[in-house]
C-alpha cells in the first residue's frame, strides 16, 4: 500500500501549512482571476459504492475502509484547521485545495476536492501515443449540483464564484464559506492499473492554466526520454529523470505565464 501526494512550498497559507501534517497534496486557493482552467483528457474511474450492510467479499471490504479513511481524514483535516484559525488573531481565512492518490496492489483510490487534479499516463499501442486520462473531478460552483448546494445553503454564485469571490466550491478551511454551502467532503474515484500506465501526475491549477492535461503528460514524456539530463551522484537515474521532469514541468507553467502557485508531483508507476 502507497500513498502519494504533494505539499506547496514554504510561504504559503496557513492552511497550506497546518495540512502538512496529513499525508495530501494541499494547492492555495489561487487570487481572484477571470482565467479559466484548461480543460481535457477523458476520464478514467468509478465511483466507489456507497456502504452497505449487505456488501460482502474482500475487496469489497478493502473498497469501504480506504473510503472511510479518506473522508475521515480530510474531515478532521478540516476540522482542526477550522479550529486552529478561529483561534488566532486575527483569525484565518485561507482554504486550500486537496488531492491524493493511494495505491493498493493494482487499483488506484483518488480523493479530491476543489481544482486540484490526479492524471494518469497511458500507453496506447494502437497510435504509439501516450495519453491523459483524468483521475480526479474538479469542483467549481458553476457545476450544476455544487452551484444547487450552494444555493440550498443561503450562498450564491456571481461570476462562477462563491459570493463572487471563492473559485472552489470544495475546499479545506475558507471557514467564511462553510456557511454558504461549501463544504471539505471529497469525491472519492478507483482506478485499476494496466501494465501500459507509465505514471501519475498530481498539480494544482496553476499548471493547468496554461497547460491542458495532454500537453502535460506529453512534457513529462519528453523529460524522461531526454538523454542529455545530469545524473546525480548517488542518484538512480528514473529518479534523477523524474525529479528533472518536475521542476522543468513547473518553471515551463511559470515561463507560460501562470499567476498561480505550481505544485507538481511525478508518481513512477513500476511494473
Not at 489561487?30 to 459504492?49: H, V
Not at 500537453?215 to 531526454?226: K, P, Q
Request: hydrophobic share 35%; aromatic share 6%.
Amino acid at each position: 500500500m502507497d500513498l502519494f501526494g504533494d505539499l506547496p512550498e514554504p510561504g504559503s497559507s496557513a492552511a497550506g501549512k497546518e495540512a502538512q501534517k496529513g499525508p495530501l497534496l494541499f494547492d492555495d486557493l489561487p487570487p481572484a482571476s477571470s482565467a479559466d482552467s484548461a480543460k481535457g483528457g477523458s476520464l478514467l474511474f468509478d465511483d466507489l459504492p456507497p456502504a452497505s450492510s449487505s456488501d460482502t467479499g474482500e475487496v469489497v471490504s478493502v473498497e469501504k475502509t480506504v473510503k472511510r479513511c479518506l473522508l475521515d481524514t480530510f474531515k478532521h483535516t478540516d476540522e482542526e484547521f477550522l479550529k486552529q484559525a478561529s483561534s488566532q488573531k486575527p483569525a484565518w481565512k485561507d482554504g486550500s485545495t486537496a488531492t491524493c492518490v493511494l495505491a493498493v496492489d493494482n487499483i488506484l483510490y483518488i480523493a479530491n476536492l476543489g481544482d486540484s487534479r490526479a492524471i494518469l499516463c497511458r500507453y496506447n499501442e494502437e497510435s504509439e501515443k501516450h495519453t491523459a486520462l483524468s483521475l480526479s473531478k474538479e469542483h467549481n460552483p458553476t457545476q450544476y449540483e455544487e452551484r444547487m448546494r450552494i444555493q440550498k445553503a443561503g450562498g450564491n454564485v456571481r461570476d462562477g464564484r462563491v459570493l463572487g469571490v471563492l473559485e472552489v466550491s470544495r475546499s479545506i478551511g475558507d471557514g467564511q464559506y462553510k456557511r454558504c454551502g461549501v463544504i471539505s467532503v471529497p469525491d472519492i474515484k478507483r482506478c485499476q492499473l494496466t501494465h501500459n500506465d507509465r505514471f501519475i501526475l498530481i498539480a494544482c491549477d496553476g499548471l493547468f492554466k496554461v497547460f491542458t492535461p495532454e500537453e502535460a503528460v506529453n512534457f513529462v514524456v519528453s523529460c524522461l526520454e531526454d538523454k542529455n539530463i545530469q545524473m546525480r551522484e548517488g542518484k538512480l537515474e528514473a529518479d534523477a529523470r523524474y525529479e528533472a521532469a518536475c521542476n522543468r514541468l513547473a518553471n515551463k507553467a511559470v515561463q507560460r505565464g501562470s499567476a498561480d502557485n505550481v505544485t507538481v508531483m511525478v508518481v513512477r508507476i513500476e511494473h
